[in-house]
């Protein structure tokens, strides 16, 4: 168990650019979450994967926003466009699909900041 | 919906010094509960979970919690704490059935433990 990676671990970017994020989750586990974290508040929910199937989304998330888990295992986060206000901390998270589905374990996040 | 209130956004102590972290909760269905915690430029590290049973429950580092259906609270203690416990706590919550698992976040309380 190696547990949940997020690359890159910092991204500094200029508005308007375009900025992918990518999270491996712990390998047996087929539910992967991505949460938003921004400066002096908890994480807030993003989106949620079951194997590859994106099963909810967050209003939060944007038509700038898209994220992928084409083969089940890996995710990526990816932000078009971005923002001032998309400078945060992403947060990916992942967990069984059963019985301690209701552990999630993340990973170390990666920060965003937009200039 | 679900929601999270802590109380103390900044919570000082000296060490080997007793604390207690209040969280309130709302909401309309049955959930479980959860503390984490955060240390700086890290990802969120499970303290302990309340899921059924006895509503004193124990997590790692010597942490406690107590839920309180009637008071909706669920509130973390520690009798004595370390310098090591310096770090960011969230509560969090996440629906018994449906919602697909996303846990609803606290703002968070800042622990600071001074010598």
């Known amino acids: 168990d190696t547990g949940v990676s997020q690359d890159p671990r910092h991204k500094i970017t200029k508005r308007g650019q375009n900025v992918t994020f990518r999270c491996d989750p712990i390998s047996e586990h087929n539910r992967l979450y991505w949460y938003r974290q921004t400066l002096g508040q908890g994480p807030e929910f993003l989106t949620y994967?079951?194997?590859?199937?994106?099963?909810?989304k967050s209003r939060l998330l944007s038509d700038r926003f898209s994220a992928e888990r084409p083969k089940g295992s890996f995710s990526t986060l990816e932000i078009q466009r971005t923002e001032q206000g998309d400078s945060a901390m992403y947060l990916c998270?992942?967990?069984?699909?059963?019985?301690?589905?209701?552990?999630?374990?993340f990973g170390p996040g990666t920060r965003l900041t937009v200039t | 919906a679900q929601s999270v209130t802590q109380l103390d956004s900044q919570v000082p102590v000296f060490e080997e010094a007793p604390v207690e972290l209040r969280c309130n909760y709302s909401?309309?269905?049955?959930?479980?509960l959860f503390w984490y915690v955060q240390y700086p430029n890290q990802g969120l590290q499970l303290l302990l979970k309340y899921l059924s049973g006895s509503t004193l429950v124990k997590g790692i580092n010597g942490f406690e919690a107590e839920f309180n259906k009637s008071q909706t609270s669920f509130h973390l203690r520690k009798p004595s704490v370390h310098i090591s416990d310096t770090a960011e706590y969230f509560c969090a919550v996440r629906k018994i059935s449906g919602g697909y698992n996303k846990l609803i976040f606290g703002a968070g309380t800042r622990l600071a433990v001074h010598p």
């Open positions: 994967f079951q194997n590859e199937a994106q099963l909810e």
């Open positions: 998270a992942s967990s069984q699909g059963t019985g301690k589905s209701y552990e999630q374990y």
């Open positions: 909401s309309s269905v049955s959930v479980y």
